[in-house]
T-cell receptor, first 118, second 112 residues
Framework: GAVVSQHPSRVICKSGTSVKIECRSL??????MFWYRQFPKQSLMLMAT?????????EQGVEKDKFLINHASLTLSTLTVTSAHPEDSSFYIC??????????????FGDGTRLSIL | GESVGLHLPTLSVQEGDNSIINCAYS??????FIWYKQESGKGPQFIID?????DKRQGQRVTVLLNKTVKHLSLQIAATQPGDSAVYFC???????????FGGGTRVLVKP
């Protein structure tokens, strides 16, 4: 149980392109999903918290107009990297928790999206 | 283990031996802790968690120890196997929130 699917797994595109990444909870409903970015040999850094039916909460230093988040249903959140540039190249990972917002339940992660901007 | 710059601390262990991975945290408001395993090119995989009202929890071949006095968390892997080779992250969560804060990670290399 608690499977999170992320798509696509890899994207290579030209600078200036906008890229959409999908995150789905397959066997549970997720009121809250999280988006992380991970650079090589580094830890996961939280970018934003995605709340179903409301606006996402962005971490300090993350541009909300650059990284658009939509949480349209209890099983789907999307991250759109708008007008991507080479410095946006990274490994983007989503997660979802199966319990209520502040309960002590582990977040379950997707397998990430490797984004490469040429 | 904690990362220093771009270098992940690495633990080399002989197959069959026990592994101990350490993590220091700084937020005294954290009340929930999780260990994740991340293999190359994949997302983190849940291993085991522990709440702050406990100091030890055991799973299958893994044990997590929590010392709140010194803000230290450890993961012990018994009889380490080649499939245990990965990067291991600790993560913490505050009681008042739902966000996880990840530690720097430790790479475990299992030698046959």
């Amino acid at each position: 149980g608690a499977v999170v699917s992320q798509h696509p797994s890899r994207v290579i595109c030209k600078s200036g392109t906008s890229v959409k990444i999908e995150c789905r909870s397959l066997d549970f409903q997720a009121t809250t999903m999280f988006w992380y970015r991970q650079f090589p040999k580094q830890s996961l850094m939280l970018m934003a918290t995605s709340n179903e039916g409301s606006k996402a909460t962005y971490e300090q230093g993350v541009e909300k107009d650059k990284f658009l988040i939509n949480h349209a249903s209890l099983t789907l959140s999307t991250l759109t990297v708008t007008s991507a540039h080479p410095e946006d190249s990274s490994f983007y990972i989503c997660s979802a928790a199966s319990g209520p917002g502040r309960s002590n339940q582990p977040q379950h992660f997707g397998d990430g999206t490797r984004l490469s901007i040429l | 283990g904690e990362s220093v710059g771009l270098h992940l601390p690495t633990l080399s262990v002989q197959e069959g031996d026990n592994s101990i991975i350490n993590c220091a945290y700084s937020n005294s408001a954290s009340d929930y802790f999780i260990w994740y395993k991340q293999e190359s090119g994949k997302g983190p995989q849940f291993i085991i968690d522990i709440r702050s009202n406990m100091d030890k929890r055991q799973g299958q071949r893994v044990t997590v120890l929590l010392n709140k006095t010194v803000k230290h968390l450890s993961l012990q892997i018994a009889a380490t196997q080649p499939g245990d080779s990965a990067v291991y992250f600790c993560a913490e969560k505050e009681a008042a929130g739902n966000k996880l804060t990840f530690g720097g990670g430790t790479r475990v290399l299992v030698k046959p």
